[in-house]
Protein backbone atom coordinates (compact mmCIF):
# COMPACT_ATOMS: atom_id res chain seq x y z
CA UNK A 1 0.00 0.00 0.00
CA UNK A 2 1.24 3.34 -0.77
CA UNK A 3 1.79 5.81 2.07
CA UNK A 4 -0.49 8.87 2.01
CA UNK A 5 0.98 12.17 0.75
CA UNK A 6 -0.32 15.16 -0.98
CA UNK A 7 2.52 15.99 -3.31
CA UNK A 8 4.74 13.19 -3.29
CA UNK A 9 3.68 9.73 -4.77
CA UNK A 10 5.17 6.99 -5.72
CA UNK A 11 4.47 5.64 -9.10
CA UNK A 12 4.82 2.22 -10.26
CA UNK A 13 4.55 0.51 -13.58
CA UNK A 14 4.71 -3.40 -14.56
CA UNK A 15 7.95 -4.44 -15.92
CA UNK A 16 7.46 -4.72 -19.47
CA UNK A 17 4.60 -2.53 -19.79
CA UNK A 18 6.20 0.84 -20.84
CA UNK A 19 5.85 0.03 -24.75
CA UNK A 20 2.11 -0.25 -24.12
CA UNK A 21 1.57 2.61 -21.05
CA UNK A 22 0.73 5.42 -23.14
CA UNK A 23 2.60 8.57 -21.71
CA UNK A 24 0.74 10.72 -25.01
CA UNK A 25 -2.56 9.65 -25.04
CA UNK A 26 -4.44 6.74 -23.78
CA UNK A 27 -7.90 5.97 -22.35
CA UNK A 28 -6.65 4.84 -19.03
CA UNK A 29 -2.91 4.91 -17.37
CA UNK A 30 -1.49 3.08 -14.24
CA UNK A 31 0.19 6.60 -13.10
CA UNK A 32 -0.68 8.77 -10.46
CA UNK A 33 0.38 12.47 -10.25
CA UNK A 34 3.40 13.38 -7.68
CA UNK A 35 6.62 14.04 -8.03
CA UNK A 36 8.67 11.23 -8.34
CA UNK A 37 7.76 7.97 -10.52
CA UNK A 38 9.64 4.08 -10.13
CA UNK A 39 9.25 2.84 -13.24
CA UNK A 40 10.22 -0.78 -14.13
CA UNK A 41 10.94 -1.68 -17.17
CA UNK A 42 12.65 -4.17 -18.90
CA UNK A 43 15.63 -1.83 -21.14
CA UNK A 44 16.29 1.40 -19.30
CA UNK A 45 18.91 2.46 -22.02
CA UNK A 46 15.95 2.44 -24.80
CA UNK A 47 13.46 3.69 -23.30
CA UNK A 48 15.28 7.15 -20.99
CA UNK A 49 14.89 9.67 -23.63
CA UNK A 50 11.10 7.85 -24.41
CA UNK A 51 10.06 8.96 -21.27
CA UNK A 52 11.66 12.45 -21.19
CA UNK A 53 10.18 12.82 -24.64
CA UNK A 54 6.81 11.74 -23.51
CA UNK A 55 6.67 14.55 -20.61
CA UNK A 56 7.75 17.09 -22.57
CA UNK A 57 5.00 16.78 -24.89
CA UNK A 58 2.37 16.91 -22.09
CA UNK A 59 4.37 20.66 -21.07
CA UNK A 60 6.45 19.08 -17.98
CA UNK A 61 9.11 21.36 -17.95
CA UNK A 62 12.82 20.27 -16.18
CA UNK A 63 11.66 16.63 -15.66
CA UNK A 64 14.46 14.74 -14.31
CA UNK A 65 14.95 11.44 -16.13
CA UNK A 66 17.83 8.49 -14.86
CA UNK A 67 17.89 4.81 -14.83
CA UNK A 68 18.67 3.55 -11.27
CA UNK A 69 19.42 0.15 -10.86
CA UNK A 70 18.96 -2.17 -12.90
CA UNK A 71 15.29 -2.64 -14.58
CA UNK A 72 14.42 0.82 -13.15
CA UNK A 73 14.23 4.57 -14.50
CA UNK A 74 13.60 7.04 -11.59
CA UNK A 75 11.26 9.88 -12.91
CA UNK A 76 11.20 13.43 -10.98
CA UNK A 77 7.91 16.23 -12.18
CA UNK A 78 7.19 19.17 -10.34
CA UNK A 79 3.63 19.08 -9.90
CA UNK A 80 0.81 20.01 -11.76
CA UNK A 81 -0.80 23.29 -11.25
CA UNK A 82 -2.89 22.85 -14.39
CA UNK A 83 -5.83 20.55 -13.72
CA UNK A 84 -6.52 20.25 -17.19
CA UNK A 85 -2.94 19.57 -17.74
CA UNK A 86 -3.01 16.88 -15.06
CA UNK A 87 -6.54 15.28 -16.13
CA UNK A 88 -4.73 14.53 -19.57
CA UNK A 89 -1.35 12.81 -18.14
CA UNK A 90 -3.15 10.30 -15.95
CA UNK A 91 -6.43 9.79 -18.27
CA UNK A 92 -9.05 8.04 -15.66
CA UNK A 93 -6.90 7.55 -13.05
CA UNK A 94 -8.55 8.75 -9.88
CA UNK A 95 -7.16 11.63 -8.15
CA UNK A 96 -6.84 9.34 -4.67
CA UNK A 97 -3.61 7.55 -3.75
CA UNK A 98 -4.47 4.38 -4.79
CA UNK A 99 -4.57 0.96 -2.30
CA UNK A 100 -3.87 -1.08 -5.27
CA UNK A 101 -1.54 -0.44 -8.14
CA UNK A 102 -3.71 -1.54 -11.70
CA UNK A 103 -1.57 -2.33 -15.06
CA UNK A 104 -3.03 -0.92 -17.78
CA UNK A 105 -5.47 -4.04 -18.10
CA UNK A 106 -6.70 -3.15 -14.93
CA UNK A 107 -4.93 -6.22 -13.41
CA UNK A 108 -3.66 -5.72 -9.89
CA UNK A 109 0.27 -5.63 -10.25
CA UNK A 110 2.78 -7.29 -8.24
CA UNK A 111 4.16 -4.64 -5.56
CA UNK A 112 7.95 -4.53 -4.84
CA UNK A 113 8.31 -5.30 -1.21
CA UNK A 114 10.34 -3.52 0.88
CA UNK A 115 11.07 0.51 1.45
CA UNK A 116 12.32 3.23 -0.38
CA UNK A 117 14.24 6.29 1.48
CA UNK A 118 14.95 9.75 -0.43
CA UNK A 119 17.62 11.80 1.18
CA UNK A 120 18.84 15.14 0.66
CA UNK A 121 22.55 16.45 1.47
CA UNK A 122 23.16 19.80 2.89
CA UNK A 123 26.00 20.52 1.24
CA UNK A 124 26.38 23.75 2.68
CA UNK A 125 27.91 22.29 5.48
CA UNK A 126 30.84 20.30 3.40
CA UNK A 127 34.65 20.39 3.67
CA UNK A 128 35.14 23.38 1.13
CA UNK A 129 37.61 21.72 -0.60
CA UNK A 130 36.05 18.62 -1.56
CA UNK A 131 33.26 19.38 -4.97
CA UNK A 132 29.54 18.47 -4.36
CA UNK A 133 30.16 15.62 -6.99
CA UNK A 134 33.45 14.07 -4.63
CA UNK A 135 30.82 14.73 -1.41
CA UNK A 136 27.92 13.04 -2.81
CA UNK A 137 29.97 9.73 -3.90
CA UNK A 138 31.41 9.79 -0.72
CA UNK A 139 28.28 9.85 0.84
CA UNK A 140 26.76 6.86 -1.16
CA UNK A 141 29.43 4.38 -0.18
CA UNK A 142 29.65 5.57 3.45
CA UNK A 143 25.89 4.33 3.37
CA UNK A 144 26.40 0.95 1.21
CA UNK A 145 28.90 0.09 3.69
CA UNK A 146 26.02 0.96 6.65
CA UNK A 147 24.23 -1.39 5.18
CA UNK A 148 26.47 -4.18 4.51
CA UNK A 149 27.61 -3.98 8.27
CA UNK A 150 23.78 -4.21 8.99
CA UNK A 151 23.43 -7.05 7.46
CA UNK A 152 20.87 -5.59 4.76
CA UNK A 153 21.71 -8.03 1.36
CA UNK A 154 21.42 -5.70 -2.12
CA UNK A 155 20.54 -2.95 -1.22
CA UNK A 156 20.69 -0.18 -4.16
CA UNK A 157 21.83 3.29 -3.26
CA UNK A 158 21.52 6.16 -6.22
CA UNK A 159 22.66 9.80 -6.92
CA UNK A 160 19.51 11.67 -7.36
CA UNK A 161 20.45 15.02 -9.22
CA UNK A 162 22.67 17.09 -7.39
CA UNK A 163 22.38 16.63 -3.74
CA UNK A 164 19.60 13.44 -3.70
CA UNK A 165 19.94 10.24 -2.89
CA UNK A 166 17.64 7.08 -3.39
CA UNK A 167 18.45 4.11 -0.97
CA UNK A 168 15.58 0.71 -1.51
CA UNK A 169 16.03 -1.59 0.66
CA UNK A 170 14.42 -5.00 0.80
CA UNK A 171 12.07 -5.68 3.71
CA UNK A 172 14.11 -5.54 7.49
CA UNK A 173 12.58 -5.71 10.83
CA UNK A 174 13.41 -2.16 11.93
CA UNK A 175 12.97 -0.16 9.35
CA UNK A 176 13.48 3.35 11.50
CA UNK A 177 17.06 1.85 13.16
CA UNK A 178 17.91 1.78 9.07
CA UNK A 179 16.75 5.60 8.53
CA UNK A 180 18.67 6.66 11.41
CA UNK A 181 21.93 4.97 10.64
CA UNK A 182 21.70 6.64 7.31
CA UNK A 183 21.03 9.72 8.33
CA UNK A 184 23.38 10.07 11.37
CA UNK A 185 26.67 12.36 10.36
CA UNK A 186 28.52 10.28 13.32
CA UNK A 187 31.11 12.80 13.92
CA UNK A 188 33.02 11.54 16.63
CA UNK A 189 34.50 13.94 18.84
CA UNK A 190 37.20 13.77 21.86
CA UNK A 191 36.61 16.73 24.27
CA UNK A 192 38.16 17.70 27.40
CA UNK A 193 36.71 20.09 30.43
CA UNK A 194 37.65 24.00 29.75
CA UNK A 195 39.38 25.21 32.82
CA UNK A 196 40.32 29.41 34.02
CA UNK A 197 44.03 29.69 35.11
CA UNK A 198 43.45 28.41 37.99
CA UNK A 199 42.73 24.99 36.63
CA UNK A 200 38.79 25.68 37.67
CA UNK A 201 36.20 23.93 35.57
CA UNK A 202 34.30 26.65 33.79
CA UNK A 203 30.50 26.24 33.39
CA UNK A 204 27.95 27.07 31.14
CA UNK A 205 24.31 28.96 32.71
CA UNK A 206 23.22 25.65 33.64
CA UNK A 207 26.17 24.94 35.49
CA UNK A 208 27.00 22.06 32.96
CA UNK A 209 30.98 21.52 32.29
CA UNK A 210 31.65 23.33 29.34
CA UNK A 211 34.08 20.87 26.92
CA UNK A 212 36.34 22.07 24.13
CA UNK A 213 37.58 19.91 21.60
CA UNK A 214 41.10 17.55 22.74
CA UNK A 215 44.13 18.50 20.97
CA UNK A 216 47.74 17.78 20.90
CA UNK A 217 50.71 18.28 18.49
CA UNK A 218 50.62 15.78 15.87
CA UNK A 219 53.39 13.88 14.57
CA UNK A 220 55.11 16.70 12.74
CA UNK A 221 55.62 17.99 16.42
CA UNK A 222 54.45 21.47 14.90
CA UNK A 223 50.21 21.27 14.32
CA UNK A 224 47.83 21.33 16.86
CA UNK A 225 45.35 18.41 16.00
CA UNK A 226 42.01 18.20 16.82
CA UNK A 227 40.99 14.53 18.03
CA UNK A 228 38.08 12.76 16.27
CA UNK A 229 36.83 9.42 14.77
CA UNK A 230 39.05 10.49 11.40
CA UNK A 231 41.77 9.13 13.41
CA UNK A 232 40.59 5.14 14.46
CA UNK A 233 40.97 2.62 12.18
CA UNK A 234 37.98 0.54 10.80
CA UNK A 235 38.26 -2.06 12.80
CA UNK A 236 36.46 -1.47 15.97
CA UNK A 237 33.92 -3.92 17.07
CA UNK A 238 31.38 -4.31 20.27
CA UNK A 239 33.44 -6.79 23.29
CA UNK A 240 32.32 -6.34 26.88
CA UNK A 241 34.07 -5.29 30.09
CA UNK A 242 34.57 -6.83 33.08
CA UNK A 243 31.09 -6.73 34.32
CA UNK A 244 29.90 -8.29 31.05
CA UNK A 245 28.83 -4.64 29.34
CA UNK A 246 29.12 -3.73 26.22
CA UNK A 247 31.98 -1.59 25.13
CA UNK A 248 33.33 -0.54 21.98
CA UNK A 249 36.56 -1.39 20.88
CA UNK A 250 38.66 1.16 19.45
CA UNK A 251 42.12 1.52 17.78
CA UNK A 252 43.81 4.49 16.75
CA UNK A 253 46.24 5.21 13.19
CA UNK A 254 49.75 5.96 13.98
CA UNK A 255 48.66 9.85 14.05
CA UNK A 256 45.85 9.29 16.08
CA UNK A 257 47.65 7.25 18.69
CA UNK A 258 50.27 9.81 19.04
CA UNK A 259 47.28 12.76 20.06
CA UNK A 260 45.60 10.14 22.13
CA UNK A 261 48.57 9.55 24.43
CA UNK A 262 49.12 13.33 24.98
CA UNK A 263 46.04 14.17 25.56
CA UNK A 264 45.74 10.97 28.05
CA UNK A 265 48.74 12.00 29.60
CA UNK A 266 47.70 15.81 30.09
CA UNK A 267 44.17 14.46 31.82
CA UNK A 268 45.88 12.02 34.10
CA UNK A 269 48.17 14.08 35.35
CA UNK A 270 50.21 11.59 37.04
CA UNK A 271 47.51 10.28 38.46
CA UNK A 272 47.22 13.97 40.52
CA UNK A 273 43.53 15.30 40.31
CA UNK A 274 42.31 13.34 36.89
CA UNK A 275 40.77 14.51 34.75
CA UNK A 276 37.13 12.93 32.57
CA UNK A 277 37.70 12.72 28.58
CA UNK A 278 34.47 13.53 27.07
CA UNK A 279 33.16 11.43 23.81
CA UNK A 280 30.64 13.11 21.76
CA UNK A 281 28.78 11.51 18.92
CA UNK A 282 27.30 14.50 16.57
CA UNK A 283 27.76 17.25 19.65
CA UNK A 284 26.12 14.85 22.01
CA UNK A 285 27.73 13.35 24.91
CA UNK A 286 27.90 10.02 25.25
CA UNK A 287 30.35 9.02 27.79
CA UNK A 288 33.04 10.94 30.07
CA UNK A 289 35.34 8.35 31.74
CA UNK A 290 37.49 9.83 34.25
CA UNK A 291 41.01 9.20 32.53
CA UNK A 292 43.07 6.52 34.98
CA UNK A 293 46.25 5.98 33.11
CA UNK A 294 48.26 7.22 30.28
CA UNK A 295 46.72 5.81 26.62
CA UNK A 296 48.23 4.87 23.72
CA UNK A 297 46.96 3.22 20.41
CA UNK A 298 44.07 1.62 21.92
CA UNK A 299 40.46 2.35 23.83
CA UNK A 300 37.07 1.44 24.24
CA UNK A 301 33.73 3.41 24.75
CA UNK A 302 31.36 2.55 27.53
CA UNK A 303 28.03 3.63 28.47
CA UNK A 304 26.25 2.18 25.59
CA UNK A 305 23.48 -0.36 25.12
CA UNK A 306 24.03 -3.45 23.44
CA UNK A 307 22.24 -2.15 20.24
CA UNK A 308 24.16 1.14 20.44
CA UNK A 309 27.06 0.22 20.68
CA UNK A 310 26.64 -2.12 17.28
CA UNK A 311 25.18 1.13 15.53
CA UNK A 312 28.32 3.00 16.49
CA UNK A 313 30.64 0.50 15.71
CA UNK A 314 28.97 0.26 12.05
CA UNK A 315 29.34 4.23 12.41
CA UNK A 316 32.95 4.38 12.94
CA UNK A 317 33.76 1.95 10.85
CA UNK A 318 32.22 3.37 7.69
CA UNK A 319 33.24 6.93 8.57
CA UNK A 320 31.01 10.22 9.33
CA UNK A 321 28.91 11.41 6.42
CA UNK A 322 30.74 14.49 4.33
CA UNK A 323 27.29 16.57 5.05
CA UNK A 324 24.28 16.11 6.59
CA UNK A 325 21.65 14.36 5.47
CA UNK A 326 18.00 15.01 5.73
CA UNK A 327 15.32 12.21 4.55
CA UNK A 328 12.48 13.56 3.05
CA UNK A 329 10.27 11.10 1.49
CA UNK A 330 9.49 7.06 2.39
CA UNK A 331 7.57 4.74 1.20
CA UNK A 332 7.23 1.39 2.53
CA UNK A 333 5.59 -1.51 0.09
Known amino acids: MLSKAKNSIILLLSLGLISTVCLTGCSKQPLKIGNVALIYVPNPSQTESQVMNSLHVFGISNPVVQIWGSGEILVEIPPFKDFNQRDSFIGEG ?39 SQVMTDIQSTIENRLHALGISNPVVQKWGTNRLFVEIPPVKDVG ?33 IWIPATALGTDGVIQETLTGKHLKSNTYVGTDNLGKPVVEFEWNTEGAKLFQEIT ?69
Do not use: W
Not at 113 to 128: E, N
Not at 273 to 286: H, Q
Open 94 to 132: QLEDYEQILDSSGNIMTMKTGSVLVYQADLSKKDPSQTD
Open 177 to 209: QVINLIGQVALLEFKEQQTDSYGNVQTDSKGNP
Open 265 to 333: TVLYNNGVNRKPLGIFLDNAEISAPIVNGVIGAKGEIDNLTLTQSKILSIEINSGAMSAPLQIIRQTNF
